[in-house]
């Protein structure tokens, strides 16, 4: 697990690309066999992504974060984008196909992760915040979610939000954490952008051929920078930054949040005007 420090929005306007790559884009999430995650000093945020082959695969993170277990002052919330797997909790087998979802509550000792066939591993990529008290595990189906339809082909922004870990669907302490996927034609999300000075936010943009790229707008309404992403790659949105992008193809992203609430639409729209 590597670290990842909170940043002020004066510094950051005065990064170089590169410095900004460093500082807030996560470059490998999926790698067969292995665990990739980030902590950030942003609302301490977990996120990665667990890729399990042959064997399986568990997260231990005791001495990292001063607790006798992973989950012990935390809950985590898991979407698989890759092949079938199974995640295990204390002995709890729950099958997760392709965009099924699950939360976990704090206070789950061990957690547990397999994929169906080696040579078509499963992506489990997961977010973990901070909980003060234990909400019980969900089971979340993609098919199940009635999603929101937002923006139109007009603007190049039609889109489908499914919320997975969110109060229409199940409890938590302060994640939240969805999917929101682009219709044929539209490349832009979240325009017109906004912040939310309560709430950081993480995106994983995902579902994208080998040569598309997504420009990721962040940094103050007035003082924007962007970062080009891949396939599979993750991006840290502090609380005072935009979060928008637009690519060369359609795409799919899901979206973490943790912070002082977890009202959905607690955030300060920002009019294009502003934009710099």
Known sequence: ???????????????????????????TLFEKDR?????THND??????????TEELTIQ????????????????????????????????????KGRDG???????????????????????????TPAHHTYPTVKIDIKEIDPLHKGEQAT???RNIYQYIHPNVCESCQLQMGLTMLSPGSVWNTMPCHTHERRMEV????????????????GKPDETRHLVMKNEQATISPSWSIHTGTAT???????????????????DHVEMEELR
């Not at 990842?4 to 807030?24: G, M, S």
């Not at 301490?44 to 082959?53: A, E």
């Not at 066939?117 to 977010?127: G, R």
């Open 61 to 96: 993170l005791d001495k990292e974060l001063g607790v006798n277990y992973f989950l012990e002052r935390r809950e985590l919330g898991i979407i698989n984008i890759g092949d079938e797997g199974t995640v295990i909790l204390d002995g709890v087998e729950y099958e997760m």
């Open 156 to 158: 190049l922004n039609e």
């Open 102 to 128: 699950l939360y976990v509550g704090r206070g789950t000792k061990d957690v547990r992760f397999r994929s169906k066939d080696a040579n078509k591993p499963a992506k489990f990529y997961i977010n973990s």
């Open 203 to 218: 995106y994983l943009y995902f579902d994208m051929e080998p040569d598309t790229r997504v420009f990721h707008f962040m």
């Open 249 to 267: 193809s359609n795409y799919t992203f899901i979206w973490g949040m943790c912070g002082e609430n977890i009202t959905y639409d607690d955030m």
């Open 44 to 53: 301490r945020m977990i996120f990665g992504g667990v890729t399990p082959g």
């Open 1 to 27: 697990m590597e670290t990842r420090y909170a940043h002020h929005p004066e510094d950051v306007k005065h990064q170089t690309t590169e410095e900004l790559r460093k500082n807030f884009l996560v470059e």
């Open 35 to 39: 665990v990739h995650l980030t902590y």
